[in-house]
């Protein structure tokens, strides 16, 4: 054998281990595309309920918001109305009754009073310190 032909049974041999490893790596390229496939293909089969589901509960969410909201400005209507009402019988009323309790305070208090004279306090004084009558009395029981 010549070394033209012992070149090309290399290159030969070379060319064939280059084609099976390519062969092999668009195989397990083949097959990684066959997975992805298949994920995206249950992915979107599980997304669209989902979305579906989102959908509703959004649609519900802004009923209710719809519903709080006319809540919130009856709620209000119903403040205002309370103030206005609050402030028309505190001005109408708030007044007279004021009068009324002073005239009546005045009253008791002209009727009530007695002239009563008041009984002076009986301290003992002990090495600067003030005791009330009522403990004087006790010490004296014991």
């Given at each position: 054998?010549s070394g033209?032909?012992v070149?090309?049974?290399l290159?030969?041999?070379?060319w064939?281990?280059?084609?099976?490893?390519?062969?092999v790596?668009?195989a397990r390229?083949?097959?990684?595309?066959r997975?992805?496939?298949?994920?995206v293909a249950?992915?979107?089969?599980q997304?669209?309920?989902?979305?579906?589901?989102?959908?509703?509960?959004?649609?519900?969410?802004q009923?209710?918001?719809d519903?709080?909201?006319?809540i919130?400005?009856?709620?209000q209507?119903?403040?205002?109305n309370a103030s206005a009402?609050?402030?028309?019988v505190?001005?109408t009323?708030?007044g007279?009754?004021?009068?009324?309790?002073?005239?009546?305070?005045?009253v008791?208090?002209?009727l009530?009073?007695?002239?009563?004279p008041?009984?002076?306090?009986r301290r003992?004084?002990?090495?600067?310190?003030?005791?009330?009558s009522a403990?004087?009395?006790?010490?004296?029981?014991?």
């Open positions: 054998m033209g032909e070149a090309g049974i290159v030969a041999v070379f064939a281990i280059l084609v099976s490893f390519l062969a790596a668009l390229l083949a097959q990684t595309l997975a992805t496939t298949k994920l249950d992915v979107t089969e997304a669209v309920p989902l979305l579906a589901d989102a959908s509703t509960a959004v649609r519900s969410a009923t209710q918001i519903r709080v909201d006319a919130a400005t009856d709620v209507e119903v403040t205002s009402l609050s402030t028309t505190a001005s009323f708030g007279p009754l004021v009068k009324v309790a002073a005239f009546g305070y005045g008791r208090r002209a009530g009073r007695k002239e009563v008041a009984k002076p306090s003992t004084v002990i090495v600067g310190r003030t005791l009330p403990r004087r009395g006790k010490r004296k029981k014991d």
